[in-house]
Nanobody, 126 residues
Framework: QLQASGGGLVQTGGSLRLSCAASERTFSKYHMGWFRQAPGKEREFVAA????????YYADSVSGRFTFSRDTAKNTAFLQMNDLKPEDTALYYC?????????????????????WGQGTLVTVSS
């Protein structure tokens, strides 16, 4: 199970850090992803991380502003979001993808992630 937290209300240009805690004891052969869904829009990819080596992949819209990291000892991932914009407003979901391998390429495909946490709301005011 995944437990997301850290959302809130912030002004344009501000920062937030989202967390996603995983209950699995061994997460080494997983990828974790963050997705977001704004009202009236489809769920979209934000970022992904390969748990085994910390390799990351970002959507163009957040690259350079968001940083995805993980604490392997705590099975917790973090999405540091800087320079937030009103268009970042959405419900943010963390998700996990079991790959069974340490070397599978990261993906932005929603359907590749089978475990989902509840959303945490991020609102950026202008």
């Amino acid at each position: 199970q995944l437990q997301a937290s850290g959302g809130g209300l912030v002004q344009t240009g501000g920062s937030l850090r989202l967390s996603c805690a995983a209950s699995e004891r061994t997460f080494s052969k997983y990828h974790m992803g963050w997705f977001r869904q704004a009202p009236g829009k489809e769920r979209e990819f934000v970022a992904a991380i390969r748990w085994s080596d910390g390799n990351t992949y970002y959507a163009d819209s957040v690259s350079g502003r968001f940083t995805f990291s993980r604490d392997t000892a705590k099975n917790t991932a973090f999405l540091q979001m800087n320079d937030l914009k009103p268009e970042d407003t959405a419900l943010y979901y963390c998700a996990a993808r079991f790959t069974g391998s340490f070397r599978v390429t990261l993906t932005k495909e929603v359907n590749s992630y089978r475990s989902w946490g509840q959303g945490t709301l991020v609102t950026v005011s202008s």
